[in-house]
Each structure stands twice: as structure tokens, then as C-alpha cells.
């Protein structure tokens, strides 16, 4: 969700990036990461661009990097966590997550939808934090996009793993 002064680019300034049109063009990412800032010692995802270089760096608070990085781990816990609850009630609802989408940057906050098909085939979208979206997507496994908007403004390059390694360390 924040920008960090880590990154190479200068953020001040920036214009908000909001998608008010109802298809906005998606770039299909991947969940490359989650790593914790070498500056702000905070969890940040690591967005890869499918077919490209290009990386989106999201800041997220320390439970949700946990609840993505058990999901990733296929930890499983005595009891449902949020996220697996989450997924459960859908699930028992015949409601199936389609896909997750990073919407638009404002200020230093990103926005995202999660994008529901109901049992009649309708699809809808549900206002999230991109934090949990990603949650349900590495649980379910399904796609995840970027407005091609967000990606132009906020994604990075790295020369190099080296460089990426200075920035940010595993978990």
C-alpha cells in the first residue's frame, strides 16, 4: 500500500492513476515475492509483469504478509485463518474468485477489486485492499491483473537480481 523512499524513483509529485472506466486495459502479473524493505523493515509483495520486467511494489502490513506467505507455503492451520475463512464462506456460497485487480494508485495508497462470479454467471467486483485480495488469489490460485495505468506509472526495472538483493531481503 505505501510508496518507499527505498525505491530508485522519486515519487513526490506523482499524479493519481484512477480507472473509472468500467475495462480498464489489464497487464497479467504474478506474485513473484514477498520481501521485507532493507530501509522501513516492512513486508513488501513483489508484482512481476507476465510477459515483461516490469515490477509493481506493494507495502503491506506484517499479518497479511503472514496469512500470503503460510497460503504460499501450503501451511495449514488447526483452525481457518481470515483469509481461508474468507474463501470457505465463498466457496460454501458457490461464489468463485475470477481474478484480482490493482485498480488505481492515489496518493501513496493502492486500490484493488476482487472479481467475484455468483452462481448465475454475473460477475461483480468487491473494493479491496490489494493485500487481500492477493491472500484469496495465492489460495485459490487465480489470475491477477494490473490497470495497464498503475503499471506505466508505478512499475519498476530492476538492472539486475544483485540490485533487486540490495533493496529487499527474503523472508
Not at 490493482?102 to 454475473?122: E, P
Request: charged letters at 25%; glycine letters at 4%; one cysteine or more.
Amino acid at each position: 500500500r505505501k510508496i518507499s523512499k527505498t525505491t530508485k524513483q522519486d515519487y513526490r509529485g506523482y499524479r493519481a492513476v484512477r480507472t473509472n472506466k468500467s475495462s480498464p486495459e489489464l497487464i497479467k502479473m504474478e506474485l513473484d515475492n514477498i520481501v521485507i524493505d532493507n530501509n522501513s523493515e516492512m513486508p513488501v509483495i513483489l508484482l512481476k509483469e507476465s510477459n515483461g520486467n516490469r515490477y509493481l511494489l506493494i507495502w503491506i502490513g506484517i499479518s497479511e504478509a503472514y496469512s500470503i506467505a503460510m497460503a504460499l507455503s501450503e501451511v495449514k492451520t488447526p483452525r481457518p485463518m481470515t483469509h481461508d475463512l474468507m474463501l470457505n464462506t465463498l466457496q460454501q456460497l458457490k461464489i468463485n474468485v475470477e481474478s484480482i485487480e490493482i485498480s488505481q494508485i492515489v496518493f501513496d495508497t493502492y486500490f484493488a477489486f476482487i472479481n467475484l462470479r455468483l452462481s448465475d454467471g454475473n460477475i461483480i467486483k468487491i473494493d479491496s485492499r490489494p493485500s487481500d485480495g492477493l491472500a484469496l488469489a495465492v489460495r485459490i490460485k487465480c489470475e491477477i491483473f494490473a490497470a495497464k495505468g498503475v503499471l506505466d506509472l508505478m512499475g519498476i526495472e530492476f538492472k539486475n537480481r544483485i540490485e533487486k538483493e540490495k533493496q529487499f531481503k527474503e523472508i
